[in-house]
């Protein structure tokens, strides 16, 4: 006979129940409130967060820029690489990717046959390029290598000219540069080849690539010479808008100019990247005014200096090809006509003051949206759109901008033409070295005797030494090079004189007449120099006990 159930079973069913109803319960109102703070929250702008903030990310660069004198902002190459960016192994050549072309020769049949008491070189020979990727992979340290051309002869029976394209381990765009090198070669046990010298950047002019004959004119008479070495992977051609249907199916973010112009390049690249991030925000193309003011803090006259170009300072290419961007003329020349020619005009809205916040104009439908800041300054800065409660919704897109590949050549140039192997000290002077009420040491401690004593304790005797600095006065740093190889910037103005690739690049940028190699210029090189070097030495971390931004700022 069946016994009747213990009382107790539908109690204990009825905890189980609750305490799993009440658990499901908990679970679902976690999972309601972590997707309410994905979807609402916005992390703040990092360059927001408060003025000291906004200080840190103009002055304080991690590649040795001149963080006092408030010169260089930081770009996208000096952000952390993305993935999207970064190369798969089998593009670089390594250690491994040689032994594994090594074991491929030496298994092939159809290796040329060597004579070893011979002094003639087969540059062809797969050998002889091995050679020269093991011998460059010991030298150069800090450079990866991307590719190399097959090496044709020298000017010597057992010379070998080899070009190959490279990236600096410290610049974190993916940017490439080329170099091509004379190297001489010896035979070896069982026919292998070795280096036994090589010569400077850019010395392998055999293998040099050059530009075609219809970008290379001449004066009818004169005789002909050897066209500069040109960088065919700059593409920073203005874009054509199209057809008018396609101009009128677009939506656009247009921003007269307001009282940026004329600023600081750093107040400029700060509203400038509002205006893009806003324009990312809103999923509208930018319009964008290349022409650029530049502040007389940059120039010996200390006047402004209008008509620069945009494409002089910062790599249009690939903005083009991060952000959607129409140039100012093209896309004036495109409303004027639809206007000229259709009766109806294109839907326009018109703000007058940034107080119209991004998120207002989230669904406005108009064709262009115009934000004008015609109203005294500094109401009428760009950057005040991304102020406040826009700062959660717009963001800077910091990874388009970088420094123009043309500057980024003579950064590559010079750093090449000391084999990558140098040390580099950053001597601010100027206007602070004869402030002595902020700066009551500096002066003494940049003298010549005093930065020669303590290098002494820094950098090893006839080193390469790049002297970084804005001291005008060229024979300041003799004092030195009797323990150095001193180098300066000036002693590279061919890379921008008249006879140069950058004067005749920047010179059709500009219509056809010459472009000033400007001071913004200059410390954005200066900049990229100090960064590749293996020793850096900071003035007011090493050299002088003031503080770098004046008196009791420590």
Known sequence: MKEPSSSTDPIGQNLIKLISNVCFSFFVLSVLIFTVIAITYQPPDPWLESSKALTRVFTEVENATFKTDNSVVKTGEDLILSPAMSPTASSLITEDVIEKYEEKIVNSSSLTVCDEASNSINCSDPRALLAIEKFNLRVFKSIVFLEYQTPVNGSKPNECDVSWRFRNKKEKSWRKYRDFRRFRLGVGENCSYKVTSALGWHSGVN????????????????????????????????????????????????????????????????????????????????????????????????????????????????????????????????????????????????VSTYKVTPMQLKKDKNTIIWRQFDV???????????????????????????????????????????????????????????????????????????????????????????????????????????????????????????????????????????????????????????????????????????????????
């Open 207 to 350: 293998a040099r690539r050059f530009r075609s004959r219809n970008n290379f004119t001449r004066s009818s008479g004169s005789p002909r010479v050897s066209p500069p070495n040109r960088d065919e992977e700059i593409n920073d051609t203005i874009p054509i808008m199209g057809s008018e249907s396609a101009f009128r199916k677009g939506r656009y973010l247009y921003y007269s100019r307001g009282g940026d112009y004329c600023k600081s390049m750093n107040h400029y690249l700060w509203s400038f990247l509002c205006g893009l991030g806003e324009a990312q925000y809103l999923n509208r193309t930018f319009v964008m005014d290349l022409s650029i003011c530049l502040a007389g803090s940059y120039n010996p006259s200390n006047k402004d200096e209008e008509g620069k170009d945009f494409r002089y300072y910062f790599d249009f290419e690939h903005l083009k090809e991060t952000a959607s961007i129409v140039e100012e003329g093209e896309f004036m020349k495109d409303w004027k006509k639809w206007d000229r020619t259709l009766k109806k005009k294109i839907p326009v809205r018109k």
């Open 376 to 554: 005294p300054e500094p109401e009428n800065y760009w950057y005040r759109v991304c102020e406040g409660q826009a700062a959660k919704y717009v963001q800077r897109p910091w990874q388009a901008l970088w420094k123009s590949k043309r500057l980024m050549n003579i950064v590559s140039e010079i750093s090449g033409q000391m084999d990558w192997d140098f040390d580099a000290v950053h001597v601010v002077r100027g206007e602070k070295a004869q402030n002595k009420e902020l700066w009551p040491h500096l002066d003494s401690d940049t003298a010549p005797d005093a930065l020669l004593n303590k290098l002494k304790g820094i950098i090893q005797p006839w080193r390469n030494l790049y002297i970084a600095t804005n001291e005008p006065f060229y024979n300041y740093f003799d004092r030195l090079r009797s323990n150095y190889k001193v180098h300066l910037l000036d002693d590279y103005k061919e890379l921008w004189g008249n006879m140069s690739e950058w004067y005749n690049e920047t010179k059709l940028l500009n219509n056809g007449n010459p472009v000033d190699f400007d001071g913004y210029m200059r410390v954005a090189v200066d900049t990229e120099v100090l960064y590749r070097a293996k020793t850096r030495v900071e003035t007011f971390y090493n050299l002088t006990k003031d503080c770098k931004d004046g008196v009791n700022t420590c």
